[in-house]
């Protein structure tokens, strides 16, 4: 989905739980690559990523009801929810999907935790999905 003309996100995932409406905001990057560096610490595919994700908060901030605007249009609902209306930030979370369990390590892993804590930015590896996905598979509903 475009954000603007200028950035896009690979998936926009919308979701409603009984506090409402939530927005997923997800850059995938390779699964393979210059992922960490030998400490442990991002490599430059997630660098790469966590810069666009920033760039889309700050975006964001600025543009929210362009981004609504967008949403509704392709949406065909003729009642709008609060949540398309009113921008909350704490609404809104941002991933970066890269490499693969292997490339994680207790530092790689703490960083993530930092991030999301600190920023609400998720870095995740490939192996999430696959490992979700299957879950997913075992339920009877979504």
């Not at 690979?10 to 409406?21: F, M, Q, T």
């Not at 605007?69 to 009642?79: C, K, N, Q, T």
Request: net charge negative.
């Amino acid at each position: 989905m475009w954000l603007g003309n200028k950035f896009r996100a690979d998936y926009v995932l919308i979701g409603k739980g009984s506090g409402g409406y939530e927005f997923v905001l997800i850059e995938f990057e390779k699964p393979d690559g210059r992922i960490t560096l030998k400490n442990g610490h991002w490599g430059e595919c997630f660098r790469k990523g966590e810069f666009q994700v920033k760039d889309w908060k700050r975006w964001m901030d600025a543009h929210n009801c362009q981004f609504f605007s967008d949403l509704l249009s392709v949406s065909g609902r003729e009642d709008i929810p609060k949540e398309f209306q009113e921008y909350d930030s704490t609404r809104f979370h941002y991933i970066v999907v890269s490499g693969l369990r292997s490339d994680f390590d207790d530092t790689t892993y703490r960083d993530a935790r930092e991030k999301a804590q600190n920023e609400g930015i998720y870095m995740i590896h490939h192996d999430n999905l696959l490992d979700n996905a299957r879950e997913l598979q075992k339920r009877e509903t979504f």
